[in-house]
């Protein structure tokens, strides 16, 4: 086993049946042989356009969709996920202390104490001041709701995130203070993410490798100088003149 690797998908395959309760539809197949590494503290990106299998890739590293075929092995604890809407993951009821507290509730090993400590510590890591604790969603910007996601997606201290379409919903100022957030962490905590967008400039700027998805397929991948300045399908030399 490469100690370098944090996540290994060998030759995955997977897709569902369209119907209802007590009917089943033909099976639509939505991911087809793929396979890729991520290592550590490696960014990579993966791009495609809408419907072309990123989301379902994502669910079935995660375990939420189970392989046809083939395989996902991961070499750390299973990965966290931050969103494209934090409200997907921040209840709007509770304060971002409890939300933050919670999963550690949940896991059982810390006292009181020993989590307060370290929702504290989380928060200061993505650079959010203490009144933060004491807000609710709603009573933040789309920043800083992006920003205790990833707290939230940190909490438990894996080493592997995948982050999907995590700046899409925000303007361009605050895109850019998440993304430098992101390559701080990255370099602190000695992450490694897989990044979902559909930006490819953001990709540009974040990350190490590129997969380019058509249909389920990785059609190419790549270093981002290699897919950015030689790419060689024409779907991705597609996607970039669209980018321009």
Known sequence: MNKDLVLSVSHVTSGYRDGGLFTKGPYQEVLHDVSFDVHHKEIL???????TGKTTLARTILG??????????HFTKRPQMIFQ???SSLNPAYSVAWSLEEPLRIYGKYDARERERRVREMLKLVELPEECLKAKPHELSGGQRQRVS????????????IADEPVSAL????????LKLLKDLRDELELSYLFISHDLNVVYQLCDRVLVMKKGRIVEQGTVDEIFNHP??????QLLRAAE
Do not use: C, H
């Not at 303007?171 to 850019?176: E, S």
């Open 85 to 87: 809407d934090p409200y």
């Open 64 to 73: 939420i969709v189970q392989p046809d075929q083939g395989s996902v092995t």
């Open 45 to 51: 990106g993966l791009v495609g356009e809408s419907g």
């Open 232 to 237: 060689q399908q024409e779907y991705t030399k």
């Open 171 to 178: 303007d361009v100022t605050i895109q850019a203070q998440i």
């Open 150 to 161: 990833i707290a939230m997606a940190l909490i438990q201290r894996p080493k592997f995130l």
